[in-house]
């Protein structure tokens, strides 16, 4: 599609979908979808003839077509190009599509979603996704990362056990979805020192906020010999990098979402902020935010932050008490952990959550005790610590919201082809 | 690490693990696990002193260590090249380590696999697989594929019914972990017409057989306006393209595990050997096994086939009764179906299903009553075949399968980093 506007004047024979279309007894302006791209396709009853102006006139909504016509240079045309029909044929109907060009709610088109998937935004925005993705796994690629696939089916459990899917497992009893695949990853550094792992999570929350999905795609690395300091540098540089080999290569597809990239592009231009957990609070408490220290900052104080401080920020050393168990305890203040969120701007909030881990058997013990988890579970995982522990670091990042922000989305939902939340495991 | 032969003679420092160690009274042998690579190092007493050789003698399996040393070449060392140790300090220690050089079961390896991981050909294994996946996602994103993660939460069911796990989930009652993602990727086509999707996939089989697992990673096409043979053209290219890159890549880590990648290099310069369902049914009679047209051909089968045949083999084309609900009739004959197994060969046997979809509506739904499949649960893949039906086809690719015909292996449990079969949920 490309290189369309060398070849004005030729012929050209495509297959796709009939879009949309307008027009007059004389004139028929079609929306044809190919390739995923819309293209202006021009039928004019001079041309075509009664008999087939009539055909085409009638065309429905995602009428599988295929189409000869010849390339017209068209400045107009959102693609600088059109097609003027000569000839077509139709590959099968479609008679009352149910997503017409008029609005529609919210629900009705979740519950076409397997139909809305053809629509221009959501189009767009699940490429916009795929290149991210494969963005991602390019920059740990080249980093010599080895790529992880950690289990789903789980016997032991991550963050909290209260928000785990469950399933019968043979006889072996209960088997876990993974909220994460951090303790497993773990496993692998002292093989292959750098680990990343990418695919579906899960979380069984009873959220309905803008933010949450109970599957949901995450990306997380983990490194040997690194500390807290030099993980939030290797954010840092992951997100830069991917936004803006993303923005790069989705050009179009952003223009086609209204997305305003020139702002983009300056907010990871430079490395982002890093402020202490406590500057945040002060930062807070005199914005007039309600606050304590010790409390966690919810989605509306991460915004007023991100203002403030005027893009992404990283927000290090949380208290000890709200974090997990895994997180090491800071040596210079045994109240918070060495660890890190990033909260990206524009009201999208956390992306990325990360921290330095604790490598001290009788520490770690005494976390998960204190946290009420099953210590047999995580016997493996202790074993980590006694056989030449080394310091490491890691962080995981929620792929959706990462969708959103490059976007300019206000709800995780459209960031993936199939949303699961709490009311929805349909289509 | 590929450049040390340029730099002998020079200091270096290096972080790792003792992988073991063996020697004398004067010299001893470490071999140094670092970055993903085993080297050896040279500890000598007359270079080191008496008090720091002997700490050297003492280290354990495991060890985490840190050292700086010399590079020497050394043309009997695996890399050309070692290290004569200079300074060593301990970073944490290692006591017992449970999996020493002796032998060990299978159980007990599997037992341990969050330590097992760092063992020689594990290690190797598991950087191999990471090389695949990354060379299959940049063949699609070269072929401008988009990536759609289907849905591993579903309400409906893809294949069989009777293999499914299922978990509560909210008030909406069960949700299955989806066997495929086939019927999403093709709500996709119509949008993108060239996807794929690659995650885990789950099957709740009682099966213990080498070539089975309840979880596994599967990597699935899917494309508008293609037909079958083309389909098969395309798996080909596929196959022989990933294979060929990840072999190139991995030249070092396979010879670790003694592969004859000169043989599987030519199993894939050409194009494999395409037969009908028919025809694999006569070769099998001919060779004394006994099977009958209709009957589905089992390892053993597949394994005389690609013997007779010499190397990978599609075949084409199988009985429809034997075959899944989506796939499109044979238009020249009636009782088969539009498909292909692609059988690799050593023993590996199939490691992709493919086929053309049934696009008749009426056809498909007569096969998914036959079935005995809830149509209710359908109704929106059955709306794909409403709204500008297209022919389409595709295909899906067992990881571990193809890892175990890359690597040589005969079981695909060491072909994922935790392994999941009936008897085991386990680190």
């Not at 012929?11 to 979808?33: C, D």
Request: hydrophobic fraction near 40%; aromatic fraction near 10%; charge should be negative.
């Amino acid at each position: 599609m490309e290189k369309m506007l060398e070849n004005i004047g030729k012929e050209i024979e495509l297959k796709g979908w009939l879009h949309g279309i307008r027009g007059s007894n004389k004139f028929q302006f079609l929306t044809f979808r190919t390739s995923g791209q819309l293209i202006q396709v021009i039928a004019e009853k001079e041309i075509l003839g009664e008999e087939v102006f009539k055909i085409v006139k009638s065309l429905t909504q995602e009428t599988s077509i295929s189409i000869k016509g010849i390339i017209l240079a068209n400045e107009k045309a959102n693609l600088g190009w059109e097609i003027q029909l000569r000839q077509i044929e139709i590959i099968s109907p479609s008679s009352d599509y149910p997503i017409t060009p008029k609005e529609h709610g919210t629900d009705f088109l979740f519950s076409h979603r397997h139909l809305w998937l053809r629509s221009k935004k959501q189009l767009v925005i699940l490429r916009v996704r795929s290149e991210l993705s494969f963005q991602i796994r390019n920059f740990f690629h080249q980093k010599k990362y080895t790529n992880i696939d950690t289990p789903i089916l789980t016997g032991s459990v991550g963050e909290s056990a209260g928000t785990l899917f469950s399933t019968d497992y043979f006889d072996l009893g209960k088997a876990y979805l993974a909220q994460t695949g951090q303790l497993y990853l773990e496993t692998a550094i002292f093989a292959h020192e750098k680990v990343y792992c990418f695919g579906p999570t899960f979380r069984a929350e009873k959220s309905k906020t803008r933010r949450h999905l109970t599957e949901f795609w995450m990306v997380e690395a983990e490194t040997a010999f690194l500390e807290n300091e030099q993980n939030i540098q290797f954010q840092d540089e992951f997100v830069r990098t991917v936004v803006q080999k993303t923005v790069e290569a989705c050009k179009l597809d952003l223009e086609i979402l209204e997305r305003d990239t020139t702002k983009l592009l300056s907010q990871v231009a430079t490395a982002f902020q890093v402020i202490d957990y406590s500057n945040a609070i002060e930062h807070l408490k005199s914005s007039g935010f309600s606050i304590e220290w010790g409390e966690d900052i919810n989605a509306e104080g991460e915004n007023i932050l991100t203002e403030k401080l005027g893009g992404a920020i990283f927000i290090k050393n949380y208290p000890r008490a709200i974090k997990a168990f895994y997180m090491k305890q800071n040596p210079n203040d045994q109240k918070t952990v060495l660890c890190s969120d990033l909260i990206a701007p524009d009201g999208v909030g956390e992306i990325i959550g990360g921290s330095e881990r604790e490598v001290d058997f009788d520490k770690i013990v005494a976390r998960i005790q204190e946290e009420d988890l099953p210590l047999e579970g995580y016997s493996w995982y202790l074993d980590l610590r006694k056989y030449g522990s080394v310091p490491h670091s890691g962080w995981g990042l929620g792929l959706e919201r990462l969708v959103a922000w490059v976007c300019g989305l206000p709800h995780v939902r459209e960031c993936i082809p199939f949303p699961r939340m709490m009311y929805r495991i349909f289509p």
